[in-house]
């Protein structure tokens, strides 16, 4: 039989799985690797990232906006623990993910060589599939298994190479055939969609909290809440997958989501949760009522709430399924009381939204932004205030793409999220929105977005501090410290790296400058300066939110001798009561 290098057999099995682009930084002890992707660049492209955290983080943005495995590979020691940031971001999004990890040569490993690391202990808690490589042979059969259990279980899977064992010959037993995984499709049983049935036609209040879970079954979703005339309520990460414009849509439900999401919650008669395993029960309903969960995953049924029946297998089969037994409701006096509701919390948005006020104000950039969008933009968005004012004032359809750092909520997500985007969807438009905090820890890669011609768009929301955690401090009673940033001219990096910068600090200069950015066919930073004092509020002000901030005003002017500049009364007021 004829011989083949180990890896080249590692590098045919990625391409019998149709991958088709990997992130990393090349290195000794993962050469070999690189060697074999040189060799297979016209069908796989190397992306040479600037850090390795950024590789990972846009290998998770892939993950989630195709469904399909992407891959991080980097040296071992130091380039190994810069990949753990975003490879806990796929483990704690449920995203698939390949990492493949160099390591000292096999017969020096427990000499304490130089970058040598236990990285299987290190990978042990965020990996589904934690392998070092002892020898070359059957090396393609292992990384068959690695790929089908980061699809399977929805995670990461850990290959560490140590840098001798690819460079063997090996018998060639590599089959030159395409793969693709298919989750096996699961039906709930017909007599709990039943039990379900039953209880949403009891119901005279019935809300929908949905998460990404229902991501595919978009149109079934709204066909049944449509069905049962009930609100509708999203996670923070499920942005998009019901229209913002839709009726029954009454926003995002948490701390950083809408007022009449907060209190169609806390008043409803049932609870139906779609494809979410929502932790923040607080914002959940208080009393003992009914509770209906669909989800694919069994172990999640019940974690949050006491769930009355347990709807296990895949949303769209399901949400068909009760569409089918449920009545149909013309008329529920409940939802038009949350539409009522949802009426005069828009009117206070497109207040915002319209704002001309002076420093800029980050509502009025999301509705700027918004007017330069296409049907499809992907948005990748930064953890911090940015989220906030995306989430609440970007008004998206089914077509948009959203995405985060959702349960990891690592700050520095949104640049490579939208490089990982226009590798993905080369003709749909990409636009990262960043805070100046988040955009500073991975900003080197904005140079990769224009070393491999990707046309994204930056949004800076530039206001030299790290406001969201400002205003956490405020909540807590706490006095602001360590807050302040110092300013970069984001415009001028933007250039230096042979990219399109521009600076807005007028509220008139904010629809040309943007619509510039669209017109560019290439890389460009729209560095912003909003209003410091522009509060990322809760939607619904709790008392131990309140309480906190009279805590910190009572601080401040006993410790400080000065009255912290607050929102503004009237704000304050619609949030709380």
């Known amino acids: 039989m004829a011989k083949i290098k180990a890896n080249d057999a590692l590098v045919q099995m990625l391409k019998n799985w149709q991958i088709d682009h990997v992130y990393g930084i090349p290195g000794d002890s993962i050469d070999k690797v690189v060697d074999a992707l040189k060799k297979e660049e016209d069908t796989i492209q190397f992306y040479d990232v600037r850090h390795e955290e950024v590789a990972t983080l846009a290998a998770s943005s892939y993950a989630k906006l195709t469904g399909k495995i992407a891959v991080a590979l980097s040296i071992g020691g130091p380039g190994a623990i810069h990949m753990l940031n975003g490879m806990y971001d796929a483990k704690m999004d449920n995203v698939p993910m390949l990492v493949l990890a160099g390591?000292?040569?096999?017969?020096?490993?427990?000499?304490?060589?130089?970058?040598?690391?236990?990285?299987?202990?290190?990978?042990?808690?965020v990996a589904v599939y934690n392998k070092q490589l002892d020898s070359a042979e059957n090396v393609h059969e292992i990384v068959d298994e690695a790929i089908k259990t980061a699809y399977a279980k929805k995670g990461v899977a850990v290959l560490t190479i140590p840098s001798d064992i690819l460079d063997e010959k090996i018998e060639d037993q590599v089959p030159k055939e395409s793969y693709v995984f298919k989750n096996k499709i699961t039906f709930a049983e017909p007599t709990e969609v039943s039990k379900a049935a039953e209880l949403i036609n009891n119901s005279k209040k019935p809300v929908v909290l949905t998460g990404v879970g229902a991501k595919n079954a978009k149109q079934e979703l709204l066909t049944f809440i449509e069905q049962i005339s009930a609100p509708g309520l999203i996670t923070l990460p499920a942005k998009g997958i019901i229209p913002d414009k839709h009726p029954n849509f009454m926003g995002n439900l948490g701390k950083i989501g809408t007022k009449p999401a907060f209190e169609a919650s806390k008043d409803a008669d049932l609870l139906i949760l779609v494809g979410t395993n929502y932790p923040y029960v607080n914002y959940l309903p208080d009393k003992d009522i009914p509770c209906i969960q669909i989800d694919i995953n069994e172990s999640t049924i019940g974690n949050r709430f006491n769930v009355d029946v347990g709807l296990v297998g895949d949303t769209k089969n399901i949400l068909q399924a009760l569409t089918e037994e449920v009545n149909i409701v013309n008329e529920r006096p409940f939802l038009k009381a949350c539409q009522e509701n949802m009426k005069a919390w828009n009117s206070w948005l497109d207040e915002d939204r319209s704002s001309d006020s002076k420093p800029i104000r980050p509502e009025r950039?999301?509705?700027?932004?918004?007017?330069?969008?296409?049907?499809?933009?992907?948005?990748?968005?930064?953890?911090?205030?940015?989220?906030?004012?995306s989430t609440r004032y970007l008004q998206l359809d089914h077509q948009h793409q959203f995405i985060t750092s959702s349960w990891l909520g690592t700050m520095g997500c949104a640049l490579p999220g939208a490089i990982a985007s226009k590798i993905a969807h080369p003709d749909k438009q990409a636009i990262a929105i960043t805070g100046d905090g988040g955009f500073a820890m991975v900003m080197q890669d904005f140079v990769t977005a224009v070393q491999y011609k990707l046309p994204i768009i930056v949004v800076v929301l530039n206001n030299q501090e790290l406001s969201f955690i400002k205003y956490e401090q405020q909540a807590a009673?706490?006095?602001?410290?360590?807050?302040?940033?110092?300013?970069i001219d984001f415009a001028k990096f933007a250039e230096s790296c042979g990219g399109i910068g521009y600076t807005?600090?007028?509220?008139?200069?904010?629809?040309?400058?943007?619509?510039?950015?669209?017109?560019?066919?290439?890389?460009?930073?729209?560095?912003?300066?909003?209003?410091?004092?522009?509060?990322?509020?809760?939607?619904k002000i709790i008392w131990d939110e309140a309480r906190g901030y009279a805590k910190f005003e009572i601080r401040t002017a006993l410790e400080e001798n000065r009255l912290e500049k607050m929102p503004p009364l009237k704000t304050l007021i619609r949030r709380f009561f």
């Open 477 to 487: 009673g706490e006095l602001e410290y360590a807050i302040d940033l110092g300013d």
């Open 365 to 389: 950039l999301m509705s700027e932004i918004e007017k330069i969008t296409t049907d499809d933009t992907v948005f990748s968005v930064d953890v911090g205030t940015s989220t906030v004012w």
């Open 504 to 539: 807005v600090t007028d509220v008139e200069d904010l629809a040309p400058t943007l619509n510039k950015a669209k017109d560019a066919n290439q890389p460009v930073i729209v560095n912003v300066k909003v209003d410091p004092d522009a509060a990322p509020l809760p939607g």
């Open 103 to 125: 390591q000292t040569d096999s017969h020096l490993l427990g000499t304490k060589f130089f970058q040598e690391v236990n990285l299987t202990a290190l990978f042990d808690d």
